[in-house]
């Protein structure tokens, strides 16, 4: 019975690791500013918001899956709000594309 209960508590942990790292979603800025096409002033100021997103996303883990929600759709509603202001329309539109095929790939969508 003890081995069961070890090895439960030990898929829930390696469950919550993966769970945490899927909210992780930092990219490469270099990368991104390329796909978008963004300058180096406007690429600094994006650089700063994403990392201000990933920041919250992160700490999103790790509250109980009802909070988590409410906190994760508060980042992207702010993140989009941000990039809406700074990118293009174009810019903007494959900004949402690729955080929509990131959130899709990590399982949070």
């Known amino acids: 019975m003890l081995s069961m209960t070890l090895t439960f508590a030990e898929n829930e942990n390696v469950?919550?690791?993966?769970?945490?790292?899927?909210?992780?979603l930092s990219v490469n800025i270099d990368r991104l500013s390329k796909a978008l096409g963004l300058e180096d002033d406007l690429?600094?100021?994006?650089?700063?918001?994403?990392?201000t997103f990933c920041a919250e996303m992160v700490f999103a883990t790790q509250y109980d899956k009802e909070e988590r929600d409410a906190r994760v759709n508060a980042a992207i509603k702010k993140d989009l709000g941000y990039?809406?202001?700074?990118?293009?329309p174009e810019q903007y539109r494959k900004y949402v594309m690729l955080l929509n095929a990131t959130m899709s790939n990590r399982g949070l969508k």
């Open 15 to 24: 469950n919550s690791v993966n769970n945490a790292e899927a909210y992780n």
């Open 43 to 51: 690429k600094e100021a994006v650089a700063e918001i994403h990392k």
């Open 83 to 88: 990039m809406n202001y700074l990118l293009n």
